[in-house]
């Protein structure tokens, strides 16, 4: 696997064992219950990793797997017996390669999707849209001012044409390119609570929160937040998922899924003076 660095507590190569892709707060909260569970697990964290990025107690892989190709050597290697891609909902480059190297390889996928808020009953004012070129007309279209950007760091680029106005956004890391002189840009763990988005959306006196629809408990207190003070929500569609992907919502799913997956037998080591069959 090139471009591949490993920390962690290793799984014997020989071992069977679960893949599970992501940095995100799911993956790691899925691979540190599977390694109590005592089921092998391996984290790929695959993409950029933030400083904040969640590194479970597990062996951690960082680069990636050299295509489908690569990946299907990876899986046979490992003697992977499932995946779990726990990547961010908005995180979707790798899924087409890892639909077609699990079939390739005979190892079952699932995707950790937490419920989209579109599919939840979101109030009926927000404001849906397709990409940020279209959540950049629809927020101009709006008259109001002073914009809250929570949409992503490599999405920000899109925005830059707002130079002209204060515009609050809010990364995991910040860019590598200058924002615009007007531009807030503040860097934030992921987890935040009521009282914080309450006060952040006032203090700021924010007129619009543009945001993409990952779903989940982690935007729900910028979502009431930004519904209590009155700010008009633009909300970025979720990307499709590749046909044919079976998806979970919850870690207690993906937790079960790997679970009914898991046969104790193939990880015992054999007893004293007898060969495995």
């Known amino acids: ?24 707060r799911d ?5 540190t219950r599977l390694q109590l569970a005592g089921i092998p697990v391996i984290c790929a964290l695959l993409g950029p990793v ?7 107690p ?4 960082s680069g990636g797997f050299g295509g489908v190709e690569g990946f299907v050597r990876f899986l046979a290697e490992r003697r992977v017996r499932g995946v779990v891609d726990a990547r961010h ?20 996928l699932v995707r950790l999707l937490p419920p989209a808020w579109e599919a939840q009953g979101p109030p009926p004012h927000w404001r849906w849209v397709d990409d940020h070129a279209h959540a950049r007309r ?11 950007l929570s949409v992503g760091g490599r999405s920000l680029a899109s925005y830059t044409r707002w130079a002209d106005r204060y515009v609050l956004a809010r990364v995991a890391e910040l860019p590598t390119w200058p924002a615009p002189e007007r531009w807030e840009v503040i860097r934030s763990p992921e ?4 009282s914080s988005e309450y006060a952040l959306l006032a203090n700021r006196r924010i007129g619009v929160m543009v945001t993409r ?3 989940g408990p982690l935007s729900t207190p910028k979502l009431r937040a930004a519904e209590d003070l009155g700010v008009f929500v633009v909300m970025v569609r979720r990307p499709a998922s590749p046909a044919g992907l079976r998806v979970v919502q919850s870690v207690d799913d993906a937790y079960a899924w790997v679970a009914r997956h898991w046969r104790p037998q193939d990880f015992a080591s054999p007893s004293p003076g007898r060969q495995s069959r």
């Not at 909902?89 to 079952?108: N, Q």
């Not at 629809?138 to 809250?148: A, C, K, N, S, Y």
């Not at 987890?191 to 009521?194: G, K």
């Open 50 to 56: 933030t400083r904040q990025a969640p590194v479970p």
């Open 191 to 194: 987890t935040h609570a009521y």
């Open 138 to 148: 629809i927020t101009e279209g709006l008259g109001v001012d002073r914009p809250f």
């Open 1 to 24: 696997m090139t471009g591949t660095a490993v920390t962690g507590a290793a799984v014997p190569g020989s071992a069977v064992t679960f893949l599970v892709l992501g940095c995100t």
């Open 27 to 31: 993956a790691g909260d899925l691979a």
């Open 213 to 215: 629809d990952t779903g």
């Open 89 to 108: 909902p908005f995180a979707v480059g790798i899924s087409p390669d890892a639909l077609v190297a699990t079939r390739a390889a005979g190892v079952s």
């Open 58 to 61: 597990v062996e951690v892989l």
